[in-house]
């Protein structure tokens, strides 16, 4: 596995949109060296607009779909059509986003992380306007997947920085962002939510430091009259999930 693109050029010879020579470089680079994080197999490239994925485990049958930018990915990413993404998030079978960062100038990948699907929620879809009546195709209506409300355990990284992560350490991560795949989807709001503020906390932290955004949750959830021991079950969600540690004295660890 190494991090150059210029090797797959002959393949986009004869095409002129920068776009689409970018997403066939970073395609080609993704199948020949990406693995699976789930279980190490080999990715396949799927046929163009098969559904919302674009690569798949030859071993696992896992989905992915590669988003490639030359300027790091804002707070935002640009999704497919609208109702073909909610149903497949209200299906489970929304697949895990790849998101390539690489740099034109050498031509070499310099970021890669994978966003968990078990991590993509409704919450996360925003729908855009449809298109126009004037437009080619009128009414069509796509969507913006939101990024920055996610925690972060829910990112894998695989390059940084154009160094490649070691496959064990991958793979560890992986599987802590997979564990909330056991719970169903309603009940994986106030989880994230409660990571998500744990991560503005020092790495260890107390239940009282936790408590000083209880009338930020009161605000989004008006109709729970008792947010503290609502906080105090989601911690405790989350230990069971391996996803915070308790260290004992009061006071939590955050593992990422
Ligand atoms: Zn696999």
């Not at 496959?167 to 939510?193: N, V, Y």
């Amino acid at each position: 596995m190494d991090v150059d693109l210029s090797k797959y050029l002959t393949k986009v010879a004869g095409y002129k949109s920068a776009s689409q020579k970018a997403r066939i470089l970073t395609e080609a680079w993704a199948s020949d060296n990406l693995e699976c994080p789930s279980c190490g197999g080999a990715l396949i490239l799927l046929p163009p607009n098969s559904r919302a994925s674009d690569l798949q485990c030859r071993s696992c049958g896992e989905t992915y779909q590669l988003k490639s930018r030359s300027k790091p990915f804002g707070k935002k990413i640009l999704g497919a059509e609208y109702n073909t993404t909610i149903q497949a998030v209200r299906g489970g079978s929304h697949p895990s986003l790849i998101l390539l960062r690489y740099d034109p100038s050498n031509l070499t990948v310099q970021q890669v992380r994978i966003l968990h699907r078990s991590w993509i929620t409704e919450q996360s879809i925003i729908p855009r306007c449809p298109l126009s009546s004037q437009a080619r195709r009128a009414g069509w209506q796509g969507c913006l997947l939101s990024i920055d409300a996610i925690p972060s355990i829910a990112f894998v990284d695989v390059v940084q920085d154009g160094v490649i992560i070691p496959t064990p350490t991958i793979q560890a991560k992986w599987k802590i962002a997979h564990s909330i795949s056991a719970l169903s989807f309603a009940k994986r709001g106030w989880l994230f939510l409660v990571l998500r503020i744990a991560e503005l906390l020092p790495r260890e932290f107390s239940l009282q430091d936790m408590y000083a955004y209880e009338g930020l949750l009161a605000k989004l959830y008006p109709a729970n009259k008792n947010i503290r021991a609502k906080i105090r079950q989601q911690l405790q969600i989350a230990r069971g999930l391996g996803l915070i540690q308790f260290v004992g004295q009061g006071l939590y660890r955050r593992i990422s």
